[in-house]
T-cell receptor, first 111, second 115 residues
């Protein structure tokens, strides 16, 4: 069945460091790929998405490229801020409109 | 516009007791979804309502879980009787209908602890 595997955390970075959170997927068909973020005390929020191969999703300085050849959708940010501290979830939406999420990666950014 | 709200934010109960979680979707959203994240694991789909009808309940773990959405507005998820493995965070999401993809808006979740 469809599934998502993402880098385990927790991840701790200093402010302005480079961030990569790895995400790979297994799917039949052509899923859409997402990154969701959960800030402390809040619900899941859509961070970015990509609906087909080679698409790049971007938002708030974060980027991820849909790589069909490596079945990956790694999240990157060039310079993290303290306010980026949150839990990040990689997810795929299959052709039946069902979501499959990864286990989440907790990020803490220290000043 | 108010987002998806869930109540309570946290519930602690003993094994064998009953708990009812509530979700209020964004007004006008016909689609309502329940998900669960067990400690440290992935968020898993439980079920999907379209208005008051269950569209897909393939993720419901067993018959101790009962979801309802009377009137097609808010939804409740009852666990009876609760077991230790039911502990986790229960998320609700809602979305509009129409088009190839409609963003799901998530609530803050209800953290359920079964002792």
């Amino acid at each position: 069945g469809d599934s998502v595997t993402q880098m385990e955390g927790p991840v701790t970075l200093s402010e302005e460091a480079f961030l990569t959170i790895n995400c790979t997927y297994t799917a039949t068909g052509y899923p859409s790929l997402f990154w969701y973020v959960q800030y402390p005390g809040e619900g899941l929020q859509l961070l970015l998405k990509a609906t087909k191969a080679d698409d790049k999703g971007s938002n708030k300085g974060f980027e991820a490229t849909y790589r069909k050849e490596t079945t990956s959708f790694h999240l990157e940010k060039g310079s993290v801020q303290v306010s980026d501290s949150a839990v990040y979830f990689c997810a795929l939406l299959d052709t039946g409109n069902q979501f499959y999420f990864g286990t989440g990666t907790s990020l803490t950014v220290i000043p | 516009e108010a987002g998806v709200t869930q109540f309570p934010s946290h519930s602690v109960i003993e094994k064998g007791q009953t708990v009812t979680l509530r979700c209020d979707p964004i007004s006008g959203h016909d689609n309502l979804y329940w998900y669960r994240r067990v400690m440290g694991k992935e968020i898993k789909f439980l079920l999907h309502f379209v208005k008051e009808s269950k569209q897909d309940e393939s993720g419901m773990p067993n018959n101790r879980f009962l979801a309802e959405r009377t009137g097609g507005t808010y939804s409740t998820l009852k666990v009876q009787p609760a077991e230790l493995e039911d502990s986790g965070v229960y998320f609700c999401a809602s979305s509009q209908t129409g088009g190839s993809y409609n963003e799901q808006f998530f609530g803050p979740g209800t953290r359920l602890t079964v002792l």
